[in-house]
C-alpha cells in the first residue's frame, strides 16, 4: 500500500510542472473536459488534500473512481500517475470512505463466490466441457492455463476460452485448468482501492499455484495477465506469465499453425492491460497479419485509447463507460474495417454494448482462420 | 451566493463547479509559484455555447463578478489565473469545429479546441495551421490569441493573430461581437479591433470563435543546426539568408546552455550532452520547407552561406533530431525526459523581453548577469524569429526555479521583472510571447508611457465595470475597483 504522503514529492512536481500533456489521450477527461478529472488535476487534487487545502469531498472521490487506470497518463510522464489514482483510492477507503455500492457489491461476489460476477464457482466449469482438458494437481503439469473470472463465467465470452485451449492443444502444449477451484486473481480488488484484501488474495494464490507446482501461467485475460505477472514479480515467485497471443503467436509465425487469411478488412483495439501496462503490442498484430487485412486504428498501440470497461467505470459510471465505447468503435469505423479484434473479455463485452461494429475475439478468429485451412 | 444560484438556472447545474476540490484545480497554472499560491476562483463554469457565455458574463456584470476565462492553463506567467476569486469560465469545453473551408483554406473553430485539435481537423485536408508553440496539445484557440504565444513556425508565418482572420467575443456587458474581416486576409477598413485580443489576456472579453488562415502542409522539410562564435552573428546570418531570397520556416537562435534542455533524448541515449565545440556560443536551428528540390537547393544556399561567418553545420544528426523533436514534434522516447524528470526539483521559468535585432549579443551577457544576481541556475537563452521573413526574435531568458521555495520564486520574479525593465532600457519591449498579466501590471506605464491610459479607455469601452480578469495589465486600483 502506498502512503499518499510518500507521493507527495512527485505529486508537487506535476504541480510545478503543470503541462497538462496527460490531457490528450485521458479518454475520461476528453469525454467530460472537466479538468478534475484529469490526471494533472487528480494529482493537484491529492496535493490539496495533503496539504489540508480541504477536505474529501464528493468530487474528490468522483475524481479518485472516474478513471479507467488505463495507462495512458503515463504514456507522456516519468511520474507514475496511474499508481498515483490507485494509491488516491486506497486512501479514500482508509479515510472513511465508504467503497461505492457498485464496486462494494463486485467485492461482496469476490468475496463469496470466488469472482465478480455472482456466478457459483461450480460455472467455472461450463466453458471446458467436451474439451478433455485436465484438471490441475499437484506436480502433474507444468502449465496451467488460467481462465480467468469473467470468461469463464459469462456465457458469450466462454467460445473465447474454448478457442484458447484448441489452439493450445493443436500447439501441442500440454497444460491444466483449475476449473472450480481457480481463484480470482484479484484485478478488481487491487483497482478499487482494497489493497489488503488484495494482498491476502495474491499471497493465496501464488501458494496455490506453487502447490501444484506450476511453473508457467498462460491466460486469455489481460487483467488476469498484468495482474499476476506483477503478483509473481512483487512476491519473488519463479513462476512465468504469459498472455495466450504470446504463446500463441509464436507458432503462427514459424508456420506451426496454418492458417488461411481473410480478405475482409479488421482492425485491432490493444486492451490497456495487454498493450500499455503489459507491454504486448507486437504478438496480437502478427496474429492480426497473418489471418486478416488488417488496419491500424489512428490512435493504437501505446496511444490506443481505453475502451471504458476498466477499473470500475462500467459498473459505476455506465454512462460515461458507454460515451467511451462509442468513441471507440467509432474510431475502429474510420478505418473502413467491418470487423473490430481484441483479446479481452472486459474489451469485448464493452464493445459488444455498442451497436455498428461486428466485435471479435483474436483466438476465436484465429481459431476460426486454422480451421478453414483443416475443414 | 446569489450569483453561483443564478449561473445553475441558467446553464445547468452540471455546467457549475463549486466543490472546493474542483476549483483547487483550476487555481494555477504553468507559471513559476509555490503550492501556497493556488488562487481557487469561487466558481467555474464549463460552457457549450457562445450563448452560455453570453448567460454567465450577463450575470457577473448585474453582480459585479470577476470574470476569468482560460483554456489549457499552460500559460508562463499566470494570465488566466483568477486573482479575485469570481467565476472561472474554462473554455476548454467548448472545441467544436465549426467550418473547414478547404477552398478558402479556413476554418471556423469555437476558442476552446487545442492547437493540436485544429490540425487533427484539417489535416486530412492537406492543410496546417502553423501557429505551433511548444504546449501545442494542450494550449487553446482562444487562450493562444489571448496570450499571444510564440510559434515554432514564426519566421514564415509569423504568430496566432498573422493566422487570425475573425474572431467573435462576449464583452464584459455581455455584448456578442465578430471582429475581423470574414474570410479576407486583410482589410483597409476601419480601425482593427481584431488585433487588440492578441495579448488582451481576456481583459476586453471572452474570445469564444475564431476564424483562422491555414497553409497547405509543405512536402517535406528539412531541419539544421550550425554552430556560431557568436549569438550576433547567428543574427547577421540570417539577415544575410533572407536578403539572398530564401524562405526559412523555422529559426530558433540558442546560446550554448539552452542547447541542453532541449537534447534530454540525446543524453538519455549516449549518457553525456552533445558534442559541439567549445567555441560555440551560439547554435541555430534552422528549418526549409517546401517541395524537395527547392527545400534542398536552399538548405545548401544557406549551408555555403554560413562558411562566410565561419560557421559550422552540426554533422551528427541525433542532436538535430533531439532538439527538432524536443521542441516539435514532441514525439521522442521517452518523452519524460523533458519535462518532469528535469523539472523535478525544478521548474521552467523565463522572462520574455525583446530587443532590437542588433543588441541581441549585447542583452545576453546581461540576462547572464542578472540571473547571477538573483542566484538563479541558468537555462539560457533562446531566440525564436516569431516575425514573417525578418529577423526579429523574441527571446526567452530562461531559469531554474525551486517552486517549492519562496524565496527563490520571489527571486525569481525580480529577476523577471528586472530584464523586463532593461529591455526598455535597449530600446526594445517588455513582452514578446507571455503578454504582461498581473506581473507586469506594477510598471506597464514604463512600457506605454501616456498610451497606457487610450488603453484603460479601450478596456473601459469593452468592460465598463472592471469585470474581466481584473489585476491583468493593470492593477486593480486603476480600473476604479
Known amino acids: ?103 462494494a457489491s463486485l467485492l461482496a461476489s469476490i468475496k463469496n463466490y470466488g469472482n465478480p460476477w455472482f456466478q457459483p464457482r461450480s460455472a467455472r466449469n461450463k466453458w471446458k466441457k467436451g474439451l478433455d482438458i485436465p484438471k490441475a494437481a499437484p506436480g502433474k503439469q507444468d502449465v496451467l492455463f488460467f481462465a480467468g473470472c469473467t470468461s469463464a463465467v459469462m456465457k458469450p465470452l466462454m467460445a473465447s476460452l474454448a478457442a484458447s485451449a484448441k489452439l493450445l492443444k493443436r500447439a501441442g502444449t500440454e497444460f491444466a485448468v483449475m476449473g472450480q477451484d481457480e481463484p480470482c486473481c484479484g484485478s478488481t480488488l487491487h483497482r478499487v482501492g482494497q489493497a489488503e484484501a488484495f494482498e491476502k488474495l495474491e499471497r493465496d494464490n501464488f501458494d496455490k499455484f506453487k502447490t501444484l507446482g506450476i511453473k508457467k501461467i498462460v491466460t486469455a485475460c489481460p487483467g488476469c495477465y498484468t495482474t499476476l505477472k506483477k503478483s509473481a514479480e512483487k512476491l519473488g515467485e519463479d513462476i512465468e506469465v504469459v498472455h495466450i497471443a504470446q504463446e500463441i503467436s509464436d507458432l503462427v509465425g514459424k508456420g506451426d499453425l496454418k492458417v488461411r487469411r481473410s480478405t475482409e478488412k479488421m482492425t485491432y483495439h490493444d486492451p490497456c492491460h495487454l498493450g500499455r501496462l503489459g507491454g504486448v503490442f507486437e504478438e496480437p498484430r502478427e496474429i492480426m497479419g497473418a489471418v486478416a487485412d488488417y488496419v491500424e486504428m489512428p490512435n493504437s498501440g501505446y496511444e490506443a485509447r481505453c475502451c471504458g470497461a476498466g477499473a470500475g467505470l462500467q459498473s459505476a459510471f455506465p454512462k460515461l463507460s458507454r460515451e467511451l465505447a462509442q468513441k471507440k468503435i467509432d474510431e475502429a469505423k474510420s478505418t473502413g474495417a467491418t470487423t473490430l479484434v481484441t483479446c479481452c473479455p472486459f474489451c469485448e463485452t464493452q464493445l459488444r454494448s455498442v451497436p455498428g461494429m461486428n466485435v471479435v475475439d483474436l483466438m476465436e478468429l484465429l481459431l476460426k482462420a486454422t480451421d478453414d485451412v483443416s475443414g | 451566493m446569489a450569483f453561483i444560484d443564478e449561473l445553475v438556472s441558467a446553464i445547468g447545474e452540471e455546467k457549475v463547479l463549486t466543490d472546493p476540490a474542483e476549483l483547487y484545480v483550476y487555481g494555477a497554472d504553468w507559471s513559476p509559484r509555490t503550492p501556497d499560491e493556488v488562487r481557487p476562483p469561487e466558481v467555474v463554469v464549463l ?127 455581455g455584448e456578442v461581437l465578430e471582429l475581423g474581416h470574414r474570410k479576407a486576409h486583410f482589410t483597409s477598413s476601419g480601425y482593427k479591433l481584431k488585433d487588440l485580443l492578441a495579448g488582451s489576456e481576456g481583459t476586453l472579453g471572452v474570445i469564444t470563435e475564431a476564424t483562422l488562415k491555414l497553409e497547405p502542409i509543405p512536402e517535406t522539410r528539412m531541419v539544421d543546426m550550425i554552430v556560431f562564435h557568436r549569438m550576433g552573428s547567428a543574427v547577421d546570418f540570417l539577415s544575410r539568408i533572407l536578403k539572398a531570397g530564401l524562405c526559412i520556416e523555422a529559426a530558433h537562435i540558442n546560446c550554448k546552455h539552452r542547447l541542453k534542455f532541449y537534447t534530454h533524448a540525446y543524453k538519455d541515449k549516449h549518457g553525456k550532452d552533445p558534442d559541439i565545440p567549445s567555441w560555440a556560443e551560439a547554435l541555430l536551428a534552422i528549418a526549409f520547407a517546401g517541395d524537395k528540390d527547392i527545400v534542398k537547393e536552399q538548405r545548401d544556399h544557406a549551408i555555403d552561406i554560413a562558411a562566410e561567418f565561419e560557421a559550422e553545420l552540426v554533422k551528427e544528426r541525433e542532436i538535430v533530431d533531439s532538439w527538432w523533436a524536443s521542441k516539435y514534434t514532441l514525439e521522442f522516447e521517452p518523452f519524460k525526459q523533458k519535462w518532469p524528470d528535469s523539472q523535478g526539483t525544478k521548474k521552467f521559468g523565463a522572462a520574455d523581453p525583446g530587443v532590437p535585432v542588433g543588441r541581441l549579443e549585447e542583452f545576453y551577457h546581461k540576462f547572464i548577469e542578472v540571473a547571477g544576481k538573483h542566484d538563479l541556475e541558468i537555462i539560457g537563452m533562446n531566440a525564436y524569429l516569431e516575425h514573417p521573413n525578418s529577423i526579429g526574435f523574441s527571446l526567452s531568458c530562461a531559469v531554474f526555479v525551486d517552486y517549492r521555495s519562496a524565496d527563490e520564486v520571489k527571486r525569481f520574479r525580480m529577476f523577471h521583472d528586472e530584464l523586463s525593465k532593461l529591455a526598455l532600457e535597449f530600446d526594445g519591449t517588455m513582452s514578446t510571447f507571455m503578454s504582461d498579466s498581473d506581473q507586469k501590471a506594477p510598471y506597464l506605464e514604463l512600457e506605454h508611457g501616456p498610451s497606457l491610459r487610450y488603453m484603460m479607455e479601450i478596456k473601459k469601452l469593452f468592460d465598463p465595470k472592471g469585470i474581466m480578469n481584473p489585476g491583468k495589465k493593470f492593477p486593480r486600483e486603476a480600473e476604479g475597483k
Not at chain 1, 70 to 98: F, I, P, Q
Not at chain 2, 125 to 148: F, M, N, R
Open chain 2, 47 to 173: 460552457p457549450d455555447t457562445t450563448r452560455d457565455i453570453q448567460r454567465i458574463v450577463n450575470i457577473a456584470y448585474a453582480h459585479g463578478v470577476p470574470v476569468t476565462a482560460g483554456g489549457g492553463l499552460t500559460g508562463m506567467l499566470g494570465g488566466a489565473v483568477p486573482l479575485f476569486g469570481g467565476i472561472y469560465i474554462d473554455t476548454t469545453t467548448m472545441r467544436s469545429i465549426v467550418e473547414v473551408d478547404p477552398k478558402n483554406q479556413t476554418l471556423r473553430v469555437q476558442a476552446g479546441a487545442t492547437l493540436q485539435e485544429v490540425n487533427d481537423a484539417v489535416n486530412p485536408y492537406g492543410l496546417w495551421l502553423p501557429h505551433q508553440p511548444e504546449s501545442k496539445w494542450v494550449s487553446t484557440v482562444g487562450a493562444a490569441i489571448a496570450c499571444d504565444n510564440d510559434s515554432t513556425f514564426g519566421v514564415r508565418y509569423g504568430k496566432i493573430l498573422n493566422c487570425l482572420l475573425s474572431a467573435e467575443i462576449v464583452t464584459g456587458t
Open chain 1, 1 to 103: 500500500m502506498t502512503d499518499l504522503e510518500e507521493l507527495k514529492h512527485d505529486l508537487e512536481t506535476c504541480f510545478g510542472t503543470s503541462c497538462g500533456f496527460c490531457e490528450r489521450g485521458c479518454p475520461v477527461y476528453q469525454t467530460l473536459r472537466i479538468k478534475t478529472i484529469s490526471m494533472r488535476g487528480r494529482n493537484r487534487t491529492m496535493l490539496g488534500l495533503l496539504e489540508g487545502k480541504f477536505d474529501i469531498t464528493p468530487s474528490v472521490v468522483k475524481a479518485a473512481f472516474e478513471c479507467t487506470l488505463c495507462g495512458n497518463c503515463d504514456r507522456w510522464c516519468s511520474l507514475k500517475n496511474t499508481e498515483h489514482t490507485r494509491a488516491l483510492r486506497e486512501y479514500l477507503l482508509k479515510h472513511g470512505v465508504e467503497p461505492l455500492k457498485e464496486h
